[in-house]
């Protein structure tokens, strides 16, 4: 038996452990990664900032043919945020060197040319093989590492990846807002 001295600060490390570990569980695995504010230090913990929200997550790139989908994106987010909606962006330089400048330079494109409020986050490679441990998550959920740069998964409010579309796919595309729509109905089951 522990003198009750020593037992104290025991009980209180393994509460804190216990806490710790029930807040770990209580997050969606999809949502279970930190990302750094383009062009920023700060480092956004994705459960804490986005549990409970539907979540867009793109990977842009400035000098693209889709660039323009920037302001589809926007008009998305501004339109449906207030119902939980929120677009996430991650430049990426993997296809074609389409997105070459630094993320100050990329920070102030979006900003300045498309206006863009929508949460920016570090610039990250997403193809097969070097993907950001987040993109290579939601590629194991889909089956679907992105071909091109625009390429969106959608998260539902429980954290699950429940589809993916391609390039080819606008903001405004029927699917896409219907979807969108159908999952900013359903309220998170947790």
């Known amino acids: 038996m522990l003198p009750m001295r020593y037992l104290t ?9 216990l806490m710790t570990d029930t807040a770990t569980a209580a997050c969606a695995p999809a949502l279970n990664f930190e990302k750094r504010r383009l ?3 700060e480092t956004v913990n994705l459960c804490e900032a986005y549990k409970g929200k539907v979540l867009l997550v793109v990977n842009t790139a400035s000098k693209c043919g889709f660039t323009g989908q920037y302001e589809g994106l926007e008009a998305l987010y501004d339109q449906y945020r207030d119902q939980g909606l929120v677009v ?12 070459p400048g630094t993320e100050e330079q990329i920070k102030d494109f979006c900003r300045l040319t498309y ?21 290579q998550y939601l590629a194991q959920q889909t ?21 993916v579309y391609s390039s080819v ?3 405004k ?17 947790s």
């Not at 863009?116 to 987040?134: I, T």
């Open 9 to 17: 600060p025991l009980l209180i490390v393994l509460g804190g452990l």
């Open 39 to 41: 062009a920023g230090d």
């Open 88 to 99: 996430l962006g991650f430049p990426s330089n993997d296809f074609g060197n389409q997105e």
């Open 115 to 135: 206006s863009v409020e929508f949460p920016m986050f570090e610039k990250v490679s997403v193809k097969k093989g070097k993907a950001d441990p987040f993109y």
């Open 143 to 163: 089956g679907v590492y992105p071909k091109w740069n625009f390429y969106k998964y959608l998260i539902d409010r429980d954290g699950k990846v429940v589809d």
């Open 169 to 171: 796919t606008s903001p």
């Open 173 to 189: 595309s029927k699917k896409l807002v219907r979807t969108i729509e159908q999952l900013l109905a359903k309220p998170a089951s």
